[in-house]
Each structure stands twice: as structure tokens, then as C-alpha cells.
């Protein structure tokens, strides 16, 4: 049998260090807040390989979740693709009469 | 600080600019105009969905960073102190809009012979363009059927790209609540575009 070993921690058994990295992760009570941070790091795609563990461990508790998470990606894409309005031509000469007038 | 040549404003940040102009160089403002007239446009149109309202609030924005120039502090970053005067305006013409309430806030009947809008990207095929500007119009009468709170937050940061910090500062809120109503905004809107996707059924 293998054994791991881990110095610092004491852990001689793989599945006691198994058990104490992922069961305290697993219960994890998510506030509103870390859920909201959540999901903006993902529609953000601004995941760290931790926010990536985070995220998974929130699907496990609360798969409903995913599709908050689509949705938010989704609507952020089609929001920045939406075609950039520019000042119509003229502005800079329109807003210097103005600033003469009226300073 | 000393006046430099005109050449060398450009390569400025927005904050010298500000600090030259209130040391009289004009030609520094007019650089802080160039630079944020586009953006205050595709900002403020988020607000007005007219035209000539929106040259106004753009025109009014800049008149009065001309005017409160000497109130600005370097400690505030150029671009927050200017969008949050461009969104208070925005609010007080959009309340006005609202008592008024015989105006549309979606389309303004009288804009239908005013200039087009200018996008960016024109270099689209005819279908496309087509079904591009149906999807356009679906999202930002969306976007007007937001809650004002979420859409400030939501136009702020999916179409201006500030960070969240920066939105914090301009609406004058939390970061934890900034974070919620873009959150929920964005969830809002996907129902109102489902809304738009069902089959009447008159």
C-alpha cells in the first residue's frame, strides 16, 4: 500500500488528507456575496484555477446556479458586442460655440 | 507645473491634462474632449435613446467639467469625476422624462427623420446587417425595461468596461451592491429578451 506523507501536516493516510482538503471545501456556507463574486469572475472570464474550484464546489451545493452563471456570460457578450455609437460629426465645433456663449 | 508643447499634451494622462487645463491650456481640455466624446456618447444614448438629447447631455457634461474645473482634485481619477457628472445628469433628464410621461422612453416619434447613428463596425453584409440591427434593437429596448439601478450598473460596466471599483465610485455605492445589481440585472434582462421570444397568445 502507498502511504503519503506530508511533512508539517502529520498526515500518514492519502484518505484523511483527501477527507480534510475537500470535505471543509464541500460544506463551504456561500454568502450572497461570494456567490456574486462567483459568477462574476465566470461571466468576467476571470478565472484563476482556484475561482475554477470555487466554482465547482458552488454547482455541487447549488447546481442551479450554472445556469445564473450561462446567463450572466451570455447577456455580458451580446451587451459588449452591441455596435459603439460615436459623436456625430461636427461635436467638437458645435460644443466650442457652446463653451463661448455660455463660460 | 510648467506649460508644455502641444505635442507633448497628447502623450498626457487625463489627470495632467485636467491639471494643465487648470493652469490655462485650453488645447488640454480640447484633448480630454477627443478623448471621451465617443464614449460619453455610447454612454449617455443608453439613457436618452434620442439623438439630440444625447449631443445635449454629451455638450452639457463637458461644459460643466470646463466650468467646475477648478473643483477637480487630482485624488479622484479624471474619468470617474466626469461620468459621475454625466450620469447625474442623465438621471435628472431621464426623471423629467418620466414626469413628462407622454414621451416614450423606448423611441422618441420625433427622432424618425434625425441623423443615423454612427457605428464603429460598418464592414457587415446586408443579412447580417439586418439581423444584427433586429438583436440590437431587442437589447436596448431591454436595457430601457431594466430597473434604473441595475442598468446603471449594467451600462457601466458591460458597455463602458469600467471596474467595479470605478462603478462604486460613480453611483455612490457599495462594492457588494454594485456586484448584485449587475448580477441581477443581467438576469433581469434575459427575462425580459425570453418575454420578447414567447408567442403572443391573443
Same mark, same amino acid.
Given at each position: ?20 482538503l475537500l470535505k471543509p471545501m464541500y460544506s463551504h456556507q456561500f454568502t450572497e456575496e461570494t456567490i456574486d463574486d462567483i459568477i462574476l469572475q465566470y461571466s468576467d472570464e476571470s478565472f484563476s484555477f482556484r475561482d475554477a474550484i470555487w466554482f465547482e464546489v458552488l454547482l455541487k451545493q447549488k447546481p442551479e446556479y450554472y445556469k445564473v452563471a450561462q446567463t450572466n456570460r451570455e447577456i455580458r457578450n451580446?451587451l459588449q ?23 | 507645473? =510648467? ?30 474632449? %477627443? ?22 447631455? !454629451? ?19 479624471? %474619468? ?12 435628472? /433628464? ?29 464592414? !457587415? ?17 431591454? /436595457? ?6 441595475f442598468?446603471?450598473a449594467i451600462?457601466?460596466r458591460d458597455?463602458?468596461?469600467?471596474t467595479y471599483e470605478?462603478i462604486a ?5 457599495a462594492m457588494g451592491t454594485v456586484k448584485s445589481r449587475i448580477n441581477r440585472g443581467r438576469q433581469q434582462l434575459q ?6 421570444? =414567447?408567442?403572443?397568445?391573443?
Amino acid at each position: 500500500m502507498w502511504v503519503l506523507e506530508v511533512k508539517g501536516f502529520g498526515y500518514t493516510n492519502p484518505d484523511s488528507l483527501k477527507i480534510s482538503l475537500l470535505k471543509p471545501m464541500y460544506s463551504h456556507q456561500f454568502t450572497e456575496e461570494t456567490i456574486d463574486d462567483i459568477i462574476l469572475q465566470y461571466s468576467d472570464e476571470s478565472f484563476s484555477f482556484r475561482d475554477a474550484i470555487w466554482f465547482e464546489v458552488l454547482l455541487k451545493q447549488k447546481p442551479e446556479y450554472y445556469k445564473v452563471a450561462q446567463t450572466n456570460r451570455e447577456i455580458r457578450n451580446s451587451l459588449q458586442s452591441l455596435p459603439k455609437l460615436k459623436a456625430a460629426p461636427g461635436f467638437e465645433a458645435r460644443l466650442a460655440m457652446r463653451i463661448e456663449s455660455e463660460c | 507645473m =510648467k506649460a508644455i508643447s502641444a505635442a507633448k499634451l497628447y502623450n498626457l494622462t487625463d489627470e495632467d491634462l485636467m491639471e494643465q487645463f487648470q493652469n490655462g491650456t485650453i488645447h488640454a481640455f480640447n484633448i480630454l474632449v %477627443s478623448r471621451y466624446k465617443d464614449r460619453l456618447h455610447n454612454f449617455l444614448y443608453r439613457y436618452t435613446h434620442n439623438h439630440e438629447d444625447c449631443e445635449d447631455l !454629451v455638450q452639457e457634461t463637458f461644459l460643466r467639467v470646463h466650468r467646475s474645473r477648478h473643483s477637480y482634485e487630482r485624488i479622484a481619477k479624471f %474619468s470617474t469625476w466626469m461620468y459621475t457628472i454625466a450620469l447625474n445628469l442623465a438621471k435628472s /433628464l431621464y426623471k423629467k422624462k418620466q414626469r413628462m410621461q407622454k414621451v416614450s422612453i423606448h423611441e422618441d416619434p420625433d427622432d424618425s427623420e434625425s441623423r443615423e447613428m454612427v457605428f464603429e463596425d460598418s464592414n !457587415v453584409l446586408q443579412d447580417e446587417h439586418l439581423h444584427q440591427k433586429l438583436c440590437v434593437k431587442e437589447l436596448e429596448k431591454a /436595457l430601457m425595461e431594466l430597473n434604473e439601478e441595475f442598468r446603471e450598473a449594467i451600462v457601466l460596466r458591460d458597455i463602458q468596461e469600467l471596474t467595479y471599483e470605478e462603478i462604486a465610485e460613480i453611483t455612490g455605492t457599495a462594492m457588494g451592491t454594485v456586484k448584485s445589481r449587475i448580477n441581477r440585472g443581467r438576469q433581469q434582462l434575459q427575462e425580459i429578451l425570453n418575454d420578447y421570444m =414567447k408567442p403572443e397568445t391573443k
